[in-house]
């Protein structure tokens, strides 16, 4: 999915979208191959820290074949889920809601520690299809730092330092609030761009995309602008909002670190 970021530009902030490089594909293969690696390591040697995701719950995809019929996208019974998702182009409206759709088969990832021999019984992330962990970011991301640590006296045949198996029962957890608090200020920092960009705009109409409508509140959803680069809640309507379509949209609010941008349908 394209992905927000803030640039700087003649002393102010703007908001773009990240185009991804073609390295940027080979690096995601590499890290993925490098990270499965160090899972098949750490589970011969009986201790480590696994990146984890269970299967989609049941239904979830017959859910998303139900949206692709409503999004005009062909998905043919022999075609699987996999190939399906690489055909699509997240630039074409219909195939980004479809994309934005798709992120639900991926909650419920976390960490999974194990040592003493005893494997978990949840070794596999869903997404990658075989155990996987995170290895290639220790100056980044605390968990790989350990990783990094169990492989190596793994590929040495030593046992692994006393520091990293004393960390590993607490890592899991620590690990996912470090995570929500890194969202919660990524999150945070564009949404007030957004709305600092957007405050002197109200009652403005834009062009937009409804990239996600709530199951339970049709009404509701997720819009995606041109220009300027924002992705934000649109509600006020009375009618669903036509999921993958382009929605001409009425900016309803917009106050730097007080109210969020919202829209509604014009």
């Not at 640039?7 to 940027?24: I, N």
């Not at 098949?40 to 995701?53: K, N, P």
């Not at 976390?110 to 596999?124: S, V």
């Not at 999921?243 to 941008?261: F, H, I, S």
């Amino acid at each position: 999915m394209p992905e927000q970021e803030i640039v700087a530009a003649d002393g102010t902030y703007e908001l773009a979208y990240r185009a991804p490089l073609p390295a940027d594909s080979w690096n995601a293969q590499i890290s993925l191959l490098a990270g499965m690696a160090g899972a098949d390591l750490m589970l011969a040697a009986g201790t480590g820290i696994l990146r984890t995701l269970p299967a989609a719950p049941d239904g979830a995809v017959g859910r998303l074949r139900r949206t692709a019929k409503a999004l005009h996208i062909d998905w043919p019974h022999h075609v699987a889920y996999s190939d399906l998702i690489r055909s699509l182009d997240p630039h074409v409206p219909h195939h980004a809601a479809f994309l934005q759709e798709c992120t639900t088969l991926l909650r419920g990832a976390g960490y999974t520690a194990f040592g003493d021999g005893e494997l978990p019984e949840l070794r596999t992330h869903a997404a990658v299809a075989a155990p996987y962990a995170h290895v290639t970011a220790p100056l980044r991301r605390l968990a790989d730092r350990y990783a990094c640590e169990l492989c190596l006296a793994a590929s040495a045949g030593q046992a692994p330092p006393g520091w990293v198996t004393e960390a590993l029962p607490g890592l899991p957890k620590e690990m996912a609030e470090g995570t929500r608090r890194g969202n919660t200020v990524e999150r945070e920092s564009v949404d007030l761009v957004e709305a600092a960009l957007l405050e002197h705009r109200i009652g403005e109409l834009f062009d937009a995309c409804v990239v996600d409508v709530k199951e339970r509140e049709p009404a509701v959803g997720t819009v995606q602008l041109t220009e300027p680069a924002v992705v934000a809640r649109i509600a006020g309507g009375t009618t669903p909002l036509p999921l993958g379509e382009r929605l001409r949209v009425r900016l309803t609010q917009a106050d730097p670190g007080r109210a969020k941008v919202e829209f509604a349908p014009a």
